[in-house]
């Protein structure tokens, strides 16, 4: 047997393609403003994919880039002029940020009803009651991927592999709120092999390449791959052996080309959730 490849560049071509329809479709733009601090490479790529796919989908889409010496404080200023502007629906703030500004507080001005990165511990807390919010992007963009493959999520047990505020933990709450019997394993979890081995779903977000070997993988179980990691011949690799569990898995997603485009499709969701939350059209 070989394992089903999930598309995630084709899902979220046709996710965004949905928004483009619904955004064309509103009296007004939504609005989406991402901060970036500083001159961190890899954060200039996804802040110029964000801006573009923002922009192709009909969004009112710039970016805010600030000086590397930018001041905690002054960084928040910026961040309460677009708190009050009644054209912005969300607000990112690109991390990582230079070391003289504490995520927490960049992460905690925002407001909560423009949080379209779902990190506010408002939004984090909502999710963790099981009550709406605004979802984590990367998470919510595994979601669609198992939707569309089909997925029977209810009574199913998932393993999510990662525990962090950014992919794990809100993972593993919508995997719970989809009914899942949902498992947290991390660095600390005794034989991890075995833990993944139950799994009939394997979220992987560890940033470890090629952890999770074939043989940790039960026959048939459907493999998300998370991980964006940097191999040593330069090439994107996962968190899984992806030849090794091909054989083994009944669906898996690749890297490239798995998560990864779901997350900046998520974005452009989440912000189109907002700007119809706050202006109320439908
Ligand atoms: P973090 O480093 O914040 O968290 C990693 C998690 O994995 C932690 O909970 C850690 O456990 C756990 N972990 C690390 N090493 C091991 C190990 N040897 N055994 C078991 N558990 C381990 O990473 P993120 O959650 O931010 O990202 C995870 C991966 O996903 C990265 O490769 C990242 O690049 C990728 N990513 C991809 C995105 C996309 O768009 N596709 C978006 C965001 C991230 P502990 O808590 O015990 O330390």
């Not at 009050?84 to 992460?107: M, S």
């Not at 990691?229 to 690749?254: H, K, M």
């Not at 974005?267 to 439908?282: P, V």
């Amino acid at each position: 047997m070989t394992a089903r490849i999930l598309d995630g560049r084709a899902i979220a071509a046709g996710l965004r393609a949905r928004l483009a329809e619904r955004v064309a479709a509103l009296p007004f733009r939504p609005g989406l403003r991402v901060v970036r601090v500083g001159e961190d490479p890899a954060s200039g790529v996804y802040v110029r994919n964000k801006d573009k796919a923002a922009r192709e989908a009909g969004f009112d889409s710039s970016t805010i880039h600030l000086p590397a010496d930018t001041t905690e404080a002054a960084l928040l200023a910026t961040i309460a002029v677009l708190n009050a502007d009644p054209a912005v629906d969300g607000i990112l703030v690109q991390l990582p940020l230079p070391p003289q500004i504490r995520v927490e507080a960049a992460i905690a001005a925002v407001d909560p009803a423009k949080d379209v990165d779902g990190f506010h511990p408002l939004n984090a807390g909502r999710l963790a009651a099981g009550q709406p919010g605004l979802v984590p992007c990367t998470p919510r963009g595994v979601m669609h991927i198992l939707a569309e493959a089909g997925v029977a999520l209810a009574g199913a047990r998932a393993v999510v592999l990662g525990r962090s505020q950014i992919v794990g933990r809100p993972m593993a709450q919508l995997l719970l709120a989809a009914d899942c019997t949902v498992t947290i394993a991390h660095s600390r979890t005794r034989d991890l092999p075995a833990e993944c081995r139950r799994a009939e779903i394997l979220v992987a977000a560890v940033g470890r390449p090629a952890m999770v070997r074939g043989d940790w993988i039960a026959p048939g179980a459907v493999v998300v791959d998370v991980g964006i990691n940097r191999g040593a011949d330069g090439r994107l690799v996962g968190d899984v052996a992806f030849a090794e569990a091909l054989p083994v898995a009944g669906a898996i997603t690749p890297v490239p080309g798995g998560v990864g485009p779901m997350t900046i499709a998520c974005l452009l969701e989440n912000t189109l959730d907002a700007a119809i939350a706050r202006r109320g059209a439908a």
